[in-house]
């Protein structure tokens, strides 16, 4: 029925083309924006609770903070799509014990954060507002979040940063809107204009924004880690990050998905916080 739903609305916007491309291409854009699940359930928010809560804000929206107050480095949580602060419980617990100081931040239009629209650029921007407060000397990024991550260290270059993490992260903005493409199965008039609307929105085409080609500029002591058979980014994405991130090393799982959410994985970060 979902699969039905979604050819229905690709098919649509595919008739919308030849009336106006450029609105049938907002709209596409729009719906690729658009979050359809992340905001806290009350088991979630019953965990952040035990956080000391705290909001910022980005050009009017609210950015939702969760602190954890320890007495080694700061570390910086930034969750991925259609998820929110909480989906790092399981890593905060462990990182509490190790008496790291946790900030986590909720995404645009997840968890408590505002808006209704997301986009990596915007997310870099709720990090650039949590980092100038809390300077962390970590920051852990999963799947979009740490696209997001990269994004601003490439921007703001925060000396504090000496280490990232990158969990499960996408390299190529253009390869995931091409495969919202191909899952919506929009016609070439809807894809053209995509990219003509991309361009004036954001002052770049979509294949200039890349986590790999973004890296080349960090200095940052970076660990990736990654499935080798993660079925939403794919392993080779890993690989173009740990090309052009100078000092990263390459961890490579198998049978963890994409979540990650697993101890092993934890203890990894652990043991890479040590060196």
């Known amino acids: 029925m979902q699969k ?20 049938a291409a907002n709209k596409a854009l729009h719906l690729f924006s658009k979050p359809r699940k992340g905001r806290l359930n009350e088991l979630q928010k019953t965990f952040l609770e035990s956080a000391y809560q705290e909001s910022m804000a980005f050009e009017g929206l609210n950015i939702a903070t969760y602190h954890w107050k320890g007495n080694r480095a700061t570390i910086l949580l930034v969750h991925g799509w259609e998820s929110n602060s909480a989906r790092w419980k399981n890593k905060i617990k462990r990182f509490i014990d190790q008496d790291f100081n946790v900030i986590a931040l909720d995404a645009p239009a997840h968890g408590a954060s505002g808006g209704k629209l997301f986009n990596a650029l915007l997310f870099s921007e709720f990090i650039n507002v949590v980092t100038k407060k809390h300077k962390p000397e970590v920051i852990i990024g999963h799947s979009v979040g740490g696209m997001a991550s990269i994004f601003f260290q490439q921007k703001y270059q925060l000396e504090s940063v000496k280490k990232m993490i990158l969990l499960g992260t996408p390299s190529e903005f253009e390869g995931i809107l091409k495969n919202y493409i191909k ?29 790999s080609k973004y890296s080349k500029e960090i200095e940052t002591k970076g660990l990736i880690i990654h499935d080798f058979k993660d ?28 979540s990650l959410n697993h101890t092993s994985v934890t203890e990894n970060i652990l043991d890479f916080l040590k060196d």
């Not at 039905?4 to 609105?23: E, M, Q």
């Not at 919506?184 to 986590?211: C, H, M, Q, R, W």
């Open 183 to 211: 899952l919506l199965g929009y016609n070439k008039k809807v894809e053209k204009s995509l990219d003509k609307i991309i361009l004036k929105k954001f002052g770049a085409k979509p294949g200039d924004f890349s986590t």
């Open 231 to 258: 079925t939403i980014i794919p392993y080779s994405d890993a690989k173009l990050i740990h090309k052009n991130l100078k000092n990263s090393k390459l961890i490579t799982t198998k049978g963890l998905g994409h």
């Open 4 to 23: 039905f739903i979604i050819k229905l609305v690709g098919s649509y916007l595919n008739v919308l083309s030849y009336v106006s491309a450029d609105y």
